[in-house]
């Protein structure tokens, strides 16, 4: 089930398509993360100003390297380390779409550890969005039972992998991290 489902997913997300899928911390409403066009469908889906940043997940470090120049060294052990999903926000991020970009050249990528996303993202070979399936500013679904119709119903696809799960999940940790290695805690 996992592989055909991830293969659905795939074929969604190369034709610019959204989808509603599970992540290493909440369901995430997806897209491909170096498609503006993708992207400026998940700002509308969430209602939210482009000005609000949206994470961005890998499955790799590898892949992180490929968007993310001078990775200081604590980085990795930081993600290495981390006992829950951590985002980092990085300087100088290159290869996403523009409008995942910040005005200051940053954006949140997250190397998820997750099945399902993990396989998803090594499949789809780039980075996805991954942004909490509700409208903005009201509260996080923390399971699938929890999304509201109104994202359902505005995605082109939803995984059926895991949609069973009880377990209520969080957010991520975020960090800023600059390319010295000086960190802050956005959010714990």
């Known amino acids: 089930m996992l592989q055909d489902e991830v293969k659905k997913a795939v074929e969604v997300l190369k034709a610019g398509g959204v989808i509603l899928y599970p992540t290493d911390t909440v369901w995430g ?8 066009e993708a992207v400026k469908k998940v700002y509308a889906i969430k209602r939210r100003d482009d000005s609000k940043a949206l994470i961005s997940l890998v499955d790799s ?6 968007y993310v120049r001078n990775v200081a060294d604590v980085t990795w052990d930081m993600i290495e380390l981390s006992e829950k999903p951590l985002t980092i926000i990085f300087d100088k991020v290159t290869g ?8 200051d050249g940053s954006a949140g ?4 550890r997750e099945e399902f996303s993990k396989e998803l993202c090594f499949r789809f070979q780039k980075p996805i969005v991954s942004t909490s399936a509700n409208i903005s500013g009201e509260p996080t679904a923390l ?29 991520s940790s975020i960090i800023k991290m600059s390319a010295n290695g000086q960190f802050s805690i956005i959010r714990e």
């Open 61 to 66: 470090d590898v892949r992180l390297q490929r």
């Open 109 to 112: 990528i997250r190397v998820t």
């Open 96 to 103: 996403l779409a523009p409008n995942l970009i910040a005005e």
């Open 29 to 36: 409403i997806g897209c491909d993360a170096t498609n503006p």
């Open 143 to 171: 399971t699938y039972d929890e999304i509201s119709d109104e994202i359902k119903d505005a995605v082109d696809y939803i995984v059926k992998y895991n949609r069973q799960c009880k377990e209520k999940h969080k957010p």
